[in-house]
């Protein structure tokens, strides 16, 4: 999967194209996040707890509230 497919799936789970279950197992199963993000923003995807109404993201040092 190249970055910008990779982009897409980050914008429809944003834009709530994509549900919250289908973007977790999205992650685990797209190994190519770690490619073109880097170990830590993979390992924090993968680390996220998706069940929870609201999520706390910091990548790159800033922090960003998601809602599910």
Same mark, same amino acid.
């Given at each position: 999967?190249?970055?910008? =497919? $990779?982009? $897409?799936?980050?914008?429809?789970? @944003?834009?709530?194209?994509?549900?919250?279950?289908?973007?977790?197992? /999205?992650?685990?199963?797209?190994?190519? $996040?770690?490619?073109?993000?880097?170990?830590?923003?993979? @390992?924090?995807?993968?680390?996220? #707890?998706?069940?929870?109404?609201?999520? =706390?993201? #910091?990548?790159?040092?800033? #922090?960003?509230? /998601?809602?599910?």
């Amino acid at each position: 999967m190249n970055l910008i =497919d $990779i982009q $897409i799936k980050f914008s429809e789970v @944003l834009k709530k194209k994509l549900s919250i279950e289908e973007f977790e197992q /999205w992650v685990y199963v797209t190994p190519e $996040i770690e490619e073109h993000y880097g170990l830590a923003v993979y @390992l924090e995807l993968i680390s996220l #707890n998706f069940k929870r109404k609201y999520m =706390d993201l #910091n990548f790159y040092g800033g #922090n960003t509230f /998601w809602r599910s």
